[in-house]
């Protein structure tokens, strides 16, 4: 179970093992990951909105992917595969560690769900492109930004849709996200590192020089009354689109 | 395995198969199991039993397809009279004309009836009539039963719908609240001389209310109303005993005349009047709707809709969270179910409690203090909007499907 079969440009074999070593408990709504399971009806929606307006499709549908493919990057064990999955598409996982790929396996076929799920970089893998490109809190952990990005656009349908999220890298997130969520045990201790984070001007950049153009980036914040949600302040964390330019 | 469905309705009477069919209607898919014949439940004598529905759930019945089929065997309630054992002191409760109606009167058949045959041609609902559930399961992955021939049902989440006894809700542990009013409802069709002008009434004596529900007029245009007359448990042997004749006698005496000469029409029934309420109506994949989550007192003939209310909410939340991706029995989703619904199911059997108790207790203090708390509601315009508007089901949060469209 060890990445040295991997020949490995963007993971951080210290990060993937630190995931790995989660996975079983991944899904538990009231595990280690409750702060991912409350995030992801948020980021969801982001997503269900992004779709229905770059493919035009009827908002009332519950399979508005249906005919379309997937891939998300960073999957994890299966979080955001899995409702892609639901809404039709057809997915395609990738995982940096092995254990999070057999956990999101296990659980794909407890869910009946035909999900395809690849260990390993996602350069080296021999994957085509596909329709919709997610990587949703994943670049933070990323060493070479640029590359990973690179692989990204790569993967990426000349109609397709990319949809992003991470941390922002303000002082606000360096309290709230790092310090404060490993505090008070919200996130497990050793999941970000601040100096990592990037800005959503960086990423455009990065996005831009991958050929790509890219939405207005909206805000994922957190108040006590509404919980985690979508909102105009950025300093926490940001999801955005991103598209070929030609 | 191979038809997995999203839902697995456990009980499909009113309730279990509205949702079946609201369901439906948003491509939501499921398996309904029933012990009953259904050819027994329409059987085309009248069973004497008859619902109120209020005018959120006729909007929902309208959103599923379903208004056209009902509308011309509903007999609309156009005024509400409620007196206290017919002394003096009345309030009517009537809608101004863009108000609409205070709900519909249905025999309960022609509602089974339009429900049945609605479902037995959707290929979204896999109907299991006249079968036994002999296990239920929920894991993980999903939640299954096992029929009484071996059949395996197997969906994402469980309903259960089968009524106050509901046998998934004992077996999950749910705690029920539960308060035995000591009294007993008689339940019965009536025939009477004049016509009822589309009022409902409800009149109040020490033992209990008496209701008079308006019905469509009979084929041979005889003039109809549903009767449910709330009765000391002590009591209610002895009516329950009396002869089909002296029982006559009795209720026409408790009319008062305000419709002339009354015949029964079908048969008598009667059950024991109790308020049961759970503090927690859904568990892991399980969600409970309908009297098995909530029984409360007819008396306000508010049984029926409060189900309806948890089927529009149960569907708006599973629709909500299906557009994302999630699964049925996504346990985030029950959890807005649960917030959603708690507020209104309590609220409802607490005023309708609280309206019992009121008018329960016997004496002439008690009886003058109910004369005057009427007359206060008759002129006090808000305190009469929100009975009205609760008799509608028209308060609170409304979801998309109890809205008029």
Redesign the interface.
């Given at each position: 179970m060890s990445n040295a079969t991997v020949q490995s440009e963007t993971i951080r074999p210290e990060e993937a093992q630190h995931f790995g070593a989660l996975a079983a408990d991944w899904?538990n709504?009231q595990g280690s990951s409750a702060m991912l399971?409350?995030l992801?009806?948020v980021r969801?929606?982001f997503?269900?909105e992004s779709i229905d307006l770059h493919w035009g499709g009827d908002?009332?549908?519950?399979?508005p992917l249906l005919g379309k493919s997937a891939v998300d990057v960073g999957c994890g064990a299966g979080l955001l595969c899995?409702?892609?999955?639901?809404?039709g598409a057809t997915v395609t996982g990738v995982d940096a560690a092995a254990e999070n790929i057999a956990a999101a396996s296990a659980?794909a076929q407890?869910?009946?769900l035909p999900i395809i799920y690849r260990h390993g970089e996602l350069g080296q893998l021999g994957l085509g492109q596909f329709d919709l490109v997610t990587s949703m809190e994943v670049i933070e952990h990323v060493a070479d930004k640029r590359a990973f990005v690179g692989e990204l656009a790569a993967r990426l349908a000349p109609d397709g849709l990319m949809v992003l999220s991470t941390p922002n890298r303000t002082p606000a997130s360096r309290w709230l996200l790092v310090k404060a969520a490993e505090a008070i045990g919200a996130v497990p201790r050793g999941t970000h590192h601040w100096e990592d984070f990037i800005t959503p001007e960086e990423f455009v950049d990065l996005l831009a020089e991958a050929g790509l153009e890219t939405s207005a980036p909206k805000g994922i914040a957190f108040s006590p009354m509404k919980g985690l949600h979508l909102s105009d302040d950025l300093s926490l964390n940001y999801i955005f689109t991103a598209w070929r330019k030609d | 395995m191979g038809d997995?469905r999203d839902l697995l309705i456990l009980g499909g009477g009113l309730v279990g198969m509205t949702l079946a069919l609201a369901a439906a209607k948003?491509?939501?898919t499921s398996h309904v199991v029933d012990r009953a014949d259904p050819a027994a439940l329409t059987a085309d004598n009248f069973d004497g039993r008859a619902s109120a529905i209020s005018t959120a759930s006729w909007n929902l019945f309208t959103n599923i397809g379903l208004a056209d089929a009902l509308e011309p065997h509903g007999c609309p309630i156009a005024s509400i009279a409620v007196t206290d054992a017919m002394r003096p002191g009345r309030i009517d409760f009537q809608p101004e004309e863009h108000e609409g109606s205070l709900g519909r009167m249905f025999a309960n058949q022609t509602l089974r009836l339009a429900l049945f045959e609605a479902a037995r041609d959707n290929t979204l609902i896999n109907w299991h009539a006249k079968a036994d559930v002999v296990e239920r399961v929920r894991g993980?992955?999903?939640v299954s039963a096992t029929l009484a021939d071996g059949t395996v049902l197997e969906a994402s989440l469980m309903v259960a719908a089968e009524g106050r006894q509901s046998p998934t809700r004992k077996e999950a542990g749910l705690q029920l609240a539960h308060w035995d009013y000591k009294h007993r409802a008689l339940i019965a069709g009536i025939i009477h001389e004049k016509p009822h002008d589309n009022v409902a009434w409800e009149i109040f004596y020490s033992d209990g209310p008496f209701a008079l529900l308006p019905m469509l007029d009979t084929k041979d245009g005889k003039h109809r109303s549903a009767l449910v007359w709330t009765v000391n448990e002590a009591h209610a042997k002895g009516y329950l005993a009396l002869s089909d004749a002296a029982f006559r006698a009795e209720v026409e005496k408790k009319m008062h005349g305000v419709f002339g000469h009354v015949e029964m029409n079908g048969p008598r029934s009667s059950y024991p009047l109790s308020f049961q309420h759970t503090a927690r109506i859904t568990a892991d994949r399980l969600a409970l709707v309908g009297d098995a989550a909530h029984g409360i007192h007819p008396i306000a003939g508010q049984g029926l809709n409060l189900g309806i209310r948890d089927v529009g909410t149960l569907v708006s939340v599973l629709?909500d969270?299906?557009?994302?991706?999630?699964?049925p029995g996504d346990?985030?989703m029950l959890k807005r179910y649960e917030e959603w619904r708690a507020l209104d199911g309590f609220s409802v059997a607490a005023a309708t409690d609280a309206l019992t108790w009121l008018f329960g207790i016997p004496g002439k203090l008690p009886s003058a203090i109910r004369r005057m708390g009427m007359a206060v509601v008759q002129r006090t315009s808000p305190l009469k909007t929100f009975f009205m508007n609760e008799a509608r089901g028209m308060s609170g949060d409304l979801p998309e499907l109890l809205r008029e469209q």
């Amino acid at each position: 179970m060890s990445n040295a079969t991997v020949q490995s440009e963007t993971i951080r074999p210290e990060e993937a093992q630190h995931f790995g070593a989660l996975a079983a408990d991944w899904w538990n709504p009231q595990g280690s990951s409750a702060m991912l399971h409350k995030l992801n009806p948020v980021r969801l929606s982001f997503i269900r909105e992004s779709i229905d307006l770059h493919w035009g499709g009827d908002p009332e549908s519950i399979r508005p992917l249906l005919g379309k493919s997937a891939v998300d990057v960073g999957c994890g064990a299966g979080l955001l595969c899995e409702p892609l999955a639901r809404l039709g598409a057809t997915v395609t996982g990738v995982d940096a560690a092995a254990e999070n790929i057999a956990a999101a396996s296990a659980h794909a076929q407890g869910s009946q769900l035909p999900i395809i799920y690849r260990h390993g970089e996602l350069g080296q893998l021999g994957l085509g492109q596909f329709d919709l490109v997610t990587s949703m809190e994943v670049i933070e952990h990323v060493a070479d930004k640029r590359a990973f990005v690179g692989e990204l656009a790569a993967r990426l349908a000349p109609d397709g849709l990319m949809v992003l999220s991470t941390p922002n890298r303000t002082p606000a997130s360096r309290w709230l996200l790092v310090k404060a969520a490993e505090a008070i045990g919200a996130v497990p201790r050793g999941t970000h590192h601040w100096e990592d984070f990037i800005t959503p001007e960086e990423f455009v950049d990065l996005l831009a020089e991958a050929g790509l153009e890219t939405s207005a980036p909206k805000g994922i914040a957190f108040s006590p009354m509404k919980g985690l949600h979508l909102s105009d302040d950025l300093s926490l964390n940001y999801i955005f689109t991103a598209w070929r330019k030609d | 395995m191979g038809d997995k469905r999203d839902l697995l309705i456990l009980g499909g009477g009113l309730v279990g198969m509205t949702l079946a069919l609201a369901a439906a209607k948003k491509g939501i898919t499921s398996h309904v199991v029933d012990r009953a014949d259904p050819a027994a439940l329409t059987a085309d004598n009248f069973d004497g039993r008859a619902s109120a529905i209020s005018t959120a759930s006729w909007n929902l019945f309208t959103n599923i397809g379903l208004a056209d089929a009902l509308e011309p065997h509903g007999c609309p309630i156009a005024s509400i009279a409620v007196t206290d054992a017919m002394r003096p002191g009345r309030i009517d409760f009537q809608p101004e004309e863009h108000e609409g109606s205070l709900g519909r009167m249905f025999a309960n058949q022609t509602l089974r009836l339009a429900l049945f045959e609605a479902a037995r041609d959707n290929t979204l609902i896999n109907w299991h009539a006249k079968a036994d559930v002999v296990e239920r399961v929920r894991g993980p992955h999903g939640v299954s039963a096992t029929l009484a021939d071996g059949t395996v049902l197997e969906a994402s989440l469980m309903v259960a719908a089968e009524g106050r006894q509901s046998p998934t809700r004992k077996e999950a542990g749910l705690q029920l609240a539960h308060w035995d009013y000591k009294h007993r409802a008689l339940i019965a069709g009536i025939i009477h001389e004049k016509p009822h002008d589309n009022v409902a009434w409800e009149i109040f004596y020490s033992d209990g209310p008496f209701a008079l529900l308006p019905m469509l007029d009979t084929k041979d245009g005889k003039h109809r109303s549903a009767l449910v007359w709330t009765v000391n448990e002590a009591h209610a042997k002895g009516y329950l005993a009396l002869s089909d004749a002296a029982f006559r006698a009795e209720v026409e005496k408790k009319m008062h005349g305000v419709f002339g000469h009354v015949e029964m029409n079908g048969p008598r029934s009667s059950y024991p009047l109790s308020f049961q309420h759970t503090a927690r109506i859904t568990a892991d994949r399980l969600a409970l709707v309908g009297d098995a989550a909530h029984g409360i007192h007819p008396i306000a003939g508010q049984g029926l809709n409060l189900g309806i209310r948890d089927v529009g909410t149960l569907v708006s939340v599973l629709v909500d969270g299906m557009k994302l991706g999630l699964e049925p029995g996504d346990a985030q989703m029950l959890k807005r179910y649960e917030e959603w619904r708690a507020l209104d199911g309590f609220s409802v059997a607490a005023a309708t409690d609280a309206l019992t108790w009121l008018f329960g207790i016997p004496g002439k203090l008690p009886s003058a203090i109910r004369r005057m708390g009427m007359a206060v509601v008759q002129r006090t315009s808000p305190l009469k909007t929100f009975f009205m508007n609760e008799a509608r089901g028209m308060s609170g949060d409304l979801p998309e499907l109890l809205r008029e469209q």
